[in-house]
């Protein structure tokens, strides 16, 4: 026998893929971090590595509304 289904509002999930890859900055701001960290670095210099670990703020309004909808329980970094 088939159980009921529960009345009221589907819950909330956040993506967690997006909770990963975005930040909200102490301001408010959204902050994403940049790509090409993973592997294929051998002949990179320091300089450029060290690059790679600064976080980039987005700009995109369209890009920001998308991200607060698949992380809707984002919270600022302290």
């Not at 690059?51 to 995109?60: N, P, Q, T």
């Amino acid at each position: 026998m088939p159980r009921k289904q529960k009345a009221g509002k589907v819950k909330l999930k956040t993506h967690k893929a997006t909770s990963k890859r975005f930040r909200l900055s102490g301001s408010g701001k959204l902050l994403r971090t940049k790509g090409g960290k993973s592997h294929l670095r051998r002949r990179t210099s320091p300089r450029t590595k060290a690059l790679l670990s600064e976080m980039i703020v987005v700009e995109g309004t369209s890009i920001v509304k998308r991200v607060k909808r698949l992380a809707p329980f984002m919270k600022e970094r302290k």
